[in-house]
């Protein structure tokens, strides 16, 4: 029997574990349900989830003493300064010691953080978790009126803090701890309970599989931001299944570079939380810069980047005139939003020694669902973002008759995991809409399965546009915007019009001293798609506007082009 016509357990009925047939998709035509069909015959191995708290996982994983004392956990990109193994479990029980013992934080409080990648991160996130409070992270660049509504829907009781952007937390009222003390400042750090706190045993019981974890504000691309409660079973779900990707497709041996935000799901689970228990060294830039991503591979021989696919399309139009050595580049994977099969394409001829891996996930699934376990596959399935990984099952649905859908045919994908989110914090309508009485998460992405198992992504089903009764997916339309030479980037959005209900504008990124028209652009999209997909208005902007993830931020341009015609009436 071969591998995909072999047996996989099924997460239909949990947590019992049955056994059936599956084509080599991993599709069962009798469920209308997508099984994994990696690593088949240690499943079972992989999902034993212990019975432990995050912190307490994580500590658990770290090297034994005598390696501890010298393995390289965090390198900082701009000062060189190393962590180790040893320095890192010193720093998080310390500062656990001191939140808990000096500052009164008790499991169950939130505490709010807000600052940028920093060697100092893992230990505050590691350290809330093992106080047994709850994590709530938020991005530095957040304006003020949307830190302090995330203060309030959290409920934080206190904020963990960088000193320059301490003022945007005085409105909240809440205590705040900077992470380090300015030389004029009286206030207590993160660093001062580190380096003079003794670590002590902290209060019973620990947190259970059930509780919540984390609070992670989901990006708000389509809707209002909302919290997503993630629990430590979601957490050390999740880990066990990266550590298990990171054992089959790297080596502790591995450099990875860390400049996704690490307030990200993204960030948190793979680098927080995934890598430092799968043992590698990880040199972290404090934010994303182009030219120090290039100096930081060269510098540390950089062997693995987790990235986003704004970055590898940078890497696919890097003229090199900087002579980077780039030659220690042996992994690049892409995650957050979707990579397309032309830029897949252009990565792979510039660079044809390093693996390209597409995954997907989401907040709501703890950052994880599908991944290329093999290089070859992600080279014969171009666009695809891989196979299913262990503990998650698919469906796709048809989102206007709910019939689940078989391979190749496109719908609504849903999930089901151990992974999958708790619900939005007091939200009981917007997790009611999401999370299906039977355990399925709706992700509101359009895509479909091959007949090998891979996934699809088309776009976000709310940002389909509605031509004259036809679905146009931006995301197509993206893709062949790229691979114009004079193009650096683009992004397609929906505009209102009264004959079609609506039409595709496109907003261009021109590459310096370009002198490319919008009749070009209309032009060079029309050659490539059917009619009712052609690109019927096109603006020129400086940037594409992107979350800290790379996805593209449609509501603001969609905003920019309405007043762009207000100002012509």
């Not at 830029?343 to 044809?352: A, I, L, Q, S, T």
């Not at 992700?443 to 146009?472: A, C, S, W």
């Amino acid at each position: 029997m071969s591998r995909d016509e072999g047996w996989i357990a099924t997460t239909e009925v949990e947590p019992k574990i049955h056994r059936q047939p599956l084509d080599r998709s991993g599709f069962d035509s009798r469920t209308g349900i997508y099984h994994s069909l990696d690593q088949l015959g240690e499943l079972d191995k992989i999902l034993t989830i212990p019975k432990l708290d995050t912190a307490t996982f994580v500590l658990s994983k770290f090297p034994p003493p005598d390696l501890a004392e010298t393995r390289v956990a965090l390198i900082d990109s701009v000062t060189n300064r190393r962590v180790t193994y040893m320095q890192l479990q010193r720093s998080i029980r310390s500062l656990a010691t001191g939140l808990c013992h000096g500052l009164g934080v008790r499991k169950g409080d939130v505490v709010f953080v807000l600052s940028p990648n920093s060697l100092l991160y893992p230990t505050i996130c590691l350290a809330v978790l093992s106080v047994g409070a709850i994590l709530t992270t938020a991005n530095p660049l957040n304006t003020e009126s949307e830190i302090a509504k995330q203060v309030r829907d959290s409920g934080a009781k206190l904020a963990i803090v960088v000193p320059e952007e301490v003022h945007k937390l005085l409105s909240t009222g809440v205590p705040t701890l900077l992470t380090s003390r300015p030389s004029d400042d009286s206030s207590l750090s993160v660093e001062e309970l580190i380096d003079g706190c003794e670590p002590l045993e902290l209060p019973q019981p620990r947190p259970t599989q059930s509780d919540t974890a984390a609070i992670l504000y989901s990006s708000g691309t389509t809707g209002t931001s909302k919290g997503v409660i993630l629990t430590h079973a979601n957490l050390i779900s999740i880990m066990t299944l990266l550590k298990w990707s990171v054992d089959e497709t790297s080596s502790q041996n591995d450099i990875f570079l860390c400049f996704i935000p690490m307030f990200h799901i993204y960030g948190l689970a793979f680098f927080v939380l995934g890598l430092v228990c799968a043992g590698t060294t990880t040199v972290l830039m404090p934010k994303f810069d182009f030219q120090a991503m290039l100096d930081a591979i060269q510098t540390h021989r950089v062997s693995n980047i987790p990235a986003v696919p704004p970055v590898i399309l940078g890497l696919v139009k890097y003229t090199g005139k900087g002579g980077h050595d780039l030659s220690s580049l042996r992994k690049v994977g892409s995650g957050a939003a979707p990579l397309s099969k032309e830029v897949d394409e252009g990565f792979r001829k510039k660079f044809p020694w390093v693996e390209l891996r597409q995954g997907y996930g989401l907040t709501e699934s703890s950052g994880a669902a599908t991944f290329f376990v093999s290089d070859e596959a992600a080279k014969t399935h171009l666009g695809s973002c891989g196979r299913l990984i262990p503990s998650f099952c698919a469906r796709v649905v048809d989102f206007e008759t709910g019939v689940a859908l078989p391979p190749c045919q496109k719908g609504e994908l849903w999930l089901k995991s151990p992974a999958v989110m708790k619900g939005y914090l007091g939200n009981e309508e917007a997790t009611a809409a999401t999370i299906d009485t039977n355990g399925w998460l709706r992700t509101g992405d359009l895509g479909y399965f091959d007949e090998d198992g891979f996934l699809y992504i088309v776009d976000r089903i709310k940002e389909l546009i509605k031509h004259n009764g036809y679905q146009v997916a931006p995301a197509e339309l993206e893709a062949i915007l790229l691979s114009h030479q004079h193009i650096l980037d683009a992004a397609v959005i929906p505009i209102e019009d009264v004959e079609a209900g609506q039409i595709p504008m496109a907003y261009v990124v021109r590459a310096a001293g370009c002198e490319l028209t919008a009749d070009q652009v209309i032009q060079f999209v029309a050659s490539q798609v059917a009619p009712y997909k052609k690109v019927r208005r096109v603006g020129f902007i400086d940037a594409i506007p992107r979350s800290a993830a790379g996805k593209i931020l449609r509501k603001q341009l969609v905003s920019l082009s309405q007043q762009q015609v207000l100002s012509k009436l």
